[in-house]
Nanobody, 129 residues
Framework: QVQLVESGGGLVQPGGSLRLSCAGSGLALDSFAIGWFRQAPGKDREGISWISASDGSTYYTDSVKGRFTISRDNLRNTVYLQMNSLKSEDTAVYYC??????????????????????WGQGTQVTVSS
């Protein structure tokens, strides 16, 4: 069974850090571009970070640039999202998704959600004092 499993969410104070994991089961994540998305209460889901399968490039939206870092560990078949300097507005359910398009991460940022091949179930991140 092919699936993506997110973990690492939780409650953190403003200014704190969390590391989210996206583990692949039944698929080799290094063959896929991976995107991290989030959905805050009452808002649409938005893409925030991508890592390419073809050239290893990364891309971030302005809202997280400089605070979040996406990376791969191919031995563990896992993609991470390191989140630092967290703000209350980062509170959301975070999802990872896999896309078999071979292009740059910046180009992936323009791929619509319906093109993604696999989605995880999401993990809750709450930033609050």
């Amino acid at each position: 069974q092919v699936q993506l499993v997110e973990s690492g969410g939780g409650l953190v104070q403003p200014g704190g850090s969390l590391r989210l994991s996206c583990a692949g089961s039944g698929l080799a994540l290094d063959s896929f571009a991976i995107g991290w998305f989030r959905q805050a209460p009452g808002k649409d889901r938005e893409g925030i970070s991508w890592i390419s399968a073809s050239d290893g490039s990364t891309y971030y939206t302005d809202s997280v640039k400089g605070r979040f870092t996406i990376s791969r560990d191919n031995l563990r078949n896992t993609v991470y999202l390191q989140m630092n300097s967290l703000k209350s507005e980062d509170t959301a359910v975070y999802y990872c998704a896999a896309h078999n398009r071979q292009t740059t991460a910046q180009a992936m940022a323009f791929s619509p959600e319906w093109e993604y091949d696999y989605w995880g179930q999401g993990t809750q991140v709450t930033v609050s004092s």
